[in-house]
């Protein structure tokens, strides 16, 4: 093990000199960082995870096992990304047609999370705290606090900032039960309104 700049990096894992890797952040077991990859301070790469060409990651992302990240995809901060789970890029690949001039941006937002095993389609925007549950295939863009499941993904329901699944009442109000944080659903957006 040995740590390189102000970012620690496991001895197994590449990172192409052309990156750039953020203060506190740590990147694990046999991981790949690919040239002009930008990644935040205090992010946690785990194991196995290939970040491609041009990814941005934000500040505070956490990367779990087996996870690649495809040229396209933004991350902003305090996002999470579930083991195994997938990102694309191409919507009709074909291995034998090169379509890296068709590459579809994917944006996830500030905070949102997605779970072990989710497939995200390219071109979609998964909005803040949005949260994608295992197993997902996300095929549209996610409202922000938008709780989604399923293949193909729908809406279930919606989440606080903490996770929380969230309960409005019939004016449309709803507390966070971990922050006490309250949360008012107007028009099928979900406003947070400061304790």
């Known amino acids: 093990m040995g740590t390189s700049n102000s970012f620690f990096a496991h001895e197994s894992a590449i990172i192409n000199e052309k990156s750039n890797v953020g203060n506190g952040t740590k990147v694990w ?75 579809k941006s994917t944006l996830v937002k500030k905070g949102a999370s997605i779970g072990a095993n989710a497939t995200i389609i390219c071109g979609v925007t998964i909005g803040e705290y949005g949260f994608v549950g295992a197993g997902t295939v996300v095929t549209k863009d996610v409202l922000p606090y938008a709780l989604v499941v399923g293949n193909p993904s729908r809406q279930v329901g919606w ?24 949360y008012k659903l107007i028009d099928n957006t979900v406003l947070k309104i400061l304790k």
Request: aromatic share 8%; proline share 3%.
């Open 29 to 103: 077991h046999f991981s790949h960082i690919m040239q002009d990859s930008v990644i935040g301070d205090h992010c946690n790469i785990g194991q196995n995870v290939v970040i491609s060409p041009k990814v941005v990651l934000g500040s505070n992302v956490k990367v779990q096992n087996n996870v690649s990240i495809y040229t396209g995809v933004i991350c902003e901060d305090d996002v999470f990304l579930g083991p195994s789970m997938v990102f694309t890029n191409v919507i009709n690949p074909r291995s034998a047609i090169n379509r890296k001039n068709e590459f």
């Open 159 to 182: 989440v606080s900032e903490y996770g929380h699944k969230l309960e409005f009442d019939r004016n449309g109000e709803a507390v966070c039960i971990e922050s006490m944080e309250k």
